[in-house]
């Protein structure tokens, strides 16, 4: 039987990036070669919103600045697609590897070049590799001021790349003031056995079996009884992307793992849960309340 939809909407997000600008394949593929390598993006970004189209539902596409540079029709299409677009970053450097000013600097310079590309006011910031945490909670008053409204770039899970465990499962303001500045909304998790279990996407959504990864959704709405973003890249719906040599086996499968299961799965959660573009969702808690 077709499950039903299942209310609240959730946040359906999207973070744009090469399959060759993933944090694990950072070690093997320097950034000086980008531009040299074929991309991919633009193809399986057309993947995305096509199947997005086909299940009539808006999502919150976070894009790199790179990509914006580089394919400006892109950028575009999300646009008109009706996605609301919002930014990860210029070049997908991790925050932790940043200083202040620097990352000020990137948040900025992203957020311009996707409002000029896109024609859109930008609100919304991801972190690459989820890298705000304990380490340098002075991030959020560096996106306040470069002008964003929110932040999802926490997870708040134990993982060896990212992840902070410590933070709260849901949307908090980092200034300690509810309404006041920028309010991350981390990534969805479902608590069990007294820690964090990721069931937000990425990586994850891949290994486990789709249902339970529906019966964990379920679950972290019924739990809270309020929406949870969920996120995927394009690159996980490109299952012939080029593979690159010589990295260790850890780094092989959660790159490469389940990506024909991929779209078929992404299918069935369009299909089973309600999703909406990330500033409706959650257009109570931004400051000026609009969407
Ligand atoms: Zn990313």
């Known amino acids: ?37 074929s991309g991919r993006v633009a193809e399986s970004t057309w993947r ?22 580089h394919h400006p029709d892109l950028v575009r299409a999300i646009v008109a697609s009706g996605h609301e677009l919002a930014s990860h970053g210029m070049e997908h450097i991790r925050v932790t590897q940043q200083s202040p000013e620097e990352f ?21 910031y991801r972190a690459s590799t989820y890298s705000i945490g304990k380490r340098n909670p002075w991030a959020f008053d560096v996106l306040n001021g470069a002008g964003y409204k929110y932040s999802s770039s926490v997870y708040p899970i134990r993982h060896d790349l990212y992840g902070w465990p410590e933070a709260p499962r849901g949307p908090f303001w980092p200034s300690g003031v509810a309404g006041q500045g920028i309010v991350e909304i981390p990534v969805a998790t479902l608590p ?18 789709y249902w339970f990864s529906r019966w964990a959704w379920q679950r972290v709405q019924k739990l809270d009884e309020q929406p949870g973003p969920f996120y995927f890249h394009p690159w996980e719906l490109d299952p012939d992307q080029p593979r690159v040599a010589g990295i260790g086996w ?42």
């Open 104 to 124: 000020l600097a990137d948040a900025r310079r992203s957020r311009d070049i996707l409002e000029e590309v896109g024609g859109v006011a930008v609100r919304g």
């Open 192 to 209: 069990m056995g007294g820690r964090c279990f990721p069931c937000g996407g990425g990586g994850f959504f891949r290994l486990y079996p």
């Open 250 to 291: 850890k780094t092989r499968v959660r790159h490469y793992l389940n990506l024909r299961r991929m779209e078929g799965r992404l299918d069935m959660l369009l299909r089973d849960f309600c999703w909406e573009r990330m500033e409706r969702v959650y257009a109570s808690l931004l400051r000026d309340g609009s969407a």
């Open 1 to 37: 039987m077709v499950a039903s939809v299942v209310k609240p909407c959730n946040a359906l997000t999207v973070d744009v990036e090469e399959y060759f600008q993933v944090a694990a394949l950072a070690p093997y593929i320097e950034r000086q070669q980008w531009d040299r390598l």
């Open 48 to 69: 995305v919103l096509n199947l997005l189209a086909r299940h009539e539902v808006k999502a919150t596409f976070f894009v790199l600045g790179w990509v914006a540079q």
